[in-house]
């Protein structure tokens, strides 16, 4: 027994050494590969992202809300905005966008996604929107194209009123809250397949943009 | 004798260091898959698994490199012993578990689903794999402490 009690230690600062050295390999190497992994990870969504933007879905776009991993963008007019909203949603409409973005940005970070929305298939304001985040160098920005329509549609969580009051409301109220929102998003709905005629009665004031 | 097991301990080490180098470089080249088949063991918490996926490889690489040169002989011996034992223990953990695991141990790409998935015949055949080398490496560590025991006195 004697010999094995000699070398004992002798292993141990081996053994020790080698974890230790190949620890520090990984580790070093790990952070200098471009396809390193994040040591430290949260549990990825089931919403697969492309990575350079575009359009998202209202599946992909109403987990991710539920999921709290996105932000809503509503690039509507402020009185829109105060009508009704996705829960949550800041107001940023792209004309307004130098002046409000740099309150707004430290909020926009930390997030899966940045979802701009206004309403109607054709409407452009998200789209302009989406366009000054990425020049403003926002990477992770999606457009969900007649998102307020849709979000509505689905009965999805709506608020009123300007935003900082929104997270007061509580979930009983956003219920009664609904459904005359989602007639309101039917009716923009129907009324956004006529954008020209819309822009003529001078309702949708930002649709030039 | 000592010729002898001198001899034997060289082939062991070599062999031994041969299986671990193999088992090493896929993984190297792609952490991001064996980070799948690492969470599909489902013993780790989810914060380790990066980390223990990105280090297993690394660990590997350096006891089969201590093993062919010599360097930190016993220790690389010993642990590669202990590491091949943990797999094989968490191999038959997962099998009673129902888990059919990607064994991950030479491949970060997952086993072919072929005509070979009616049943567990995979995880078996992990499990025996895994045994044989954890034989050899018992082996290559007792003969090794032979030889360093003889060395201590």
Redesign the interface.
Known sequence: MR??L??LP??????????A???V???G??ALRP???????A?PSAVQLPQNGGEIGIKDAALLFVSGRAVFLDARSQYEFEQGHIQGALSLPPRDFAARFPGLKPRLTGKEAVIAYCDGELCQLSIALAEQLRAAGITNVFVLKNGWTLWNAEKLPVAKGPAGQTSQTSQTSQMSQMSPAGQKGKSSGLKALKPDLLKQDGLCTDCAN | MPARLGAADLVLRLVLAGVLLYASADKLLH??AF?GIVKGYHVLP??L???V???L???E???GL?LVTGL?????A??SAGLIGTFWILLIVSYFRGIDVDCGCFSSTPAAPGPTETGPAPMLWFIGRDAVLLGLALVAARVR?GL???G??
Do not use: M, Y
């Not at chain 1, 396809?35 to 990870?41: E, K």
């Not at chain 2, 930190?72 to 690389?76: D, I, L, N, Q, R």
């Open positions: 010999p094995v000699r070398i002798r292993i141990l600062v081996q053994s020790f050494s080698i974890l050295l190949s620890a390999l990984a580790f190497v790990n396809d390193g992994l994040p040591l430290v990870q549990a | 952490p991001q980070a989810e914060l698994v990066n980390a996926a990105v280090w490889p690394w660990l690489l350096a006891l201590c930190w002989c016993e220790g690389a010993v642990l402490l360093a025991k003889e201590a006195q």
